[in-house]
């Protein structure tokens, strides 16, 4: 696993929209997102935190490699030192 750089809630939000990703409903803090790939429903969850914890934005990023290539995201998830 990469090292993950310190990303607000919006940041992810944006980051995961370039990919196609839809906001469907947000409830309290947390904005579940969504896109159909190939006649199938993708669904990640990002809370609007000011800063993510390591381990919450961890499980995103392993949640959004099942849908998008970790070549993909990489550029966006680390830490760039």
């Known amino acids: 696993m990469p090292k993950l750089r310190r990303l607000a809630g919006r940041d992810l939000l944006t980051i995961l929209q370039g990919f196609g990703f839809l906001q469907v409903s947000q409830r309290g803090s947390h904005v579940k997102l969504a896109r159909e790939v190939a006649g199938a429903r993708q669904?990640?969850?990002?809370?609007?935190?000011?800063?993510?914890?390591?381990?919450?934005?961890?499980?995103?990023?392993?949640?959004?490699?099942?849908?998008?290539?970790?070549?993909?995201l990489r550029p966006h998830s680390i830490h760039n030192n």
Request: charged share 25%; hydrophobic share 45%; glycine share 4%.
């Open 43 to 72: 669904v990640l969850t990002v809370p609007l935190h000011a800063e993510l914890d390591p381990g919450t934005l961890r499980a995103i990023f392993r949640q959004a490699s099942r849908f998008i290539s970790e070549s993909e």
